[in-house]
T-cell receptor
Framework: AQSVTQLGSHVSVSEGALVLLRCNYS??????LFWYVQYPNQGLQLLLK??????LVKGINDFEAEFKKSETSFHLTKPSAHMSDAAEYFC??????????????FGQGTILTVHP | DAGVIQSPRHEVTEMGQEVTLRCKPI?????LFWYRQTMMRGLELLIY????????DSGMPEDRFSAKMPNASFSTLKIQPSEPRDSAVYFC????????????FGPGTRLTVL
């Protein structure tokens, strides 16, 4: 079975500060990992994905994430927060086989607040 | 590309009524997913289809929920009878291939059962 834990349901940063959103996963096989963002009253949209290529993945809006197998982590970072980054962020892991193949298991989400 | 289309965007109904949510996936995508999002339980996968065939419905909460995909461009999620605890945002998502390609989400249907 796959699972995802997002550490911190709320993260607050100042505009221009580093953003760090934490995600740890559990998987018995090499995972595919995703970060999605959800703005208020909208669906989820993909920020970036890891599919066993480069361990440092770059996404949209200057977000990036690093896959660390030894730490079973896939933390999301952005060097400088903008007000427009305020949203809820979800880490997700994709199943690797059988009936779980293609299923996304989501973390509980982290709400990012950006202060002026 | 129009993206994933869901209708209605908002639905308010009374307990006991039948509710039907609709989804049109992105053209060419062969996997379709139904999710439910609530404050208490977060995002839950209800069911998914591959090539119009239900692959995994283990997330469907109970027999009151049913989903169909009669063709590659249309799916429905039906709740009969509806209950207040079904109030949530229901998302449909589609993907081109399973696994390493991302799922594209629709805008969701906000369901309120009074």
């Amino acid at each position: 079975a796959q699972s995802v834990t997002q550490l911190g349901s709320h993260v607050s940063v100042s505009e221009g500060a580093l953003v760090l959103l934490r995600c740890n996963y559990s998987s018995s096989v090499p995972p595919y990992l995703f970060w999605y963002v959800q703005y208020p009253n909208q669906g989820l949209q993909l920020l970036l994905k890891y599919t066993s290529a480069a361990t440092l993945v770059k996404g949209i809006n200057d977000f990036e994430a690093e896959f660390k197998k030894s730490e079973t982590s896939f933390h999301l970072t952005k060097p400088s927060a903008h007000m427009s980054d305020a949203a809820e962020y979800f880490c997700a892991v994709s199943g690797a086989g059988g009936t779980s193949y293609g299923k996304l298991t989501f973390g509980q989400g982290t709400i990012l607040t950006v202060h002026p | 590309d129009a993206g994933v289309i869901q209708s209605p965007r908002h639905e308010v109904t009374e307990m006991g009524q039948e509710v039907t949510l609709r989804c049109k996936p992105i053209s060419g995508h062969n996997s379709l997913f139904w999710y439910r999002q609530t404050m208490m339980r977060g995002l839950e996968l209800l069911i998914y289809f591959n090539n119009n065939v239900p692959i995994d419905d283990s997330g469907m909460p109970e027999d009151r929920f049913s989903a169909k995909m009669p063709n590659a461009s249309f799916s429905t999620l039906k709740i009969q009878p509806s209950e207040p605890r079904d109030s949530a945002v229901y998302f449909c998502a589609s993907s081109a291939l399973q696994g390493y390609t991302e799922q594209f989400f629709g805008p969701g249907t906000r369901l309120t059962v009074l």
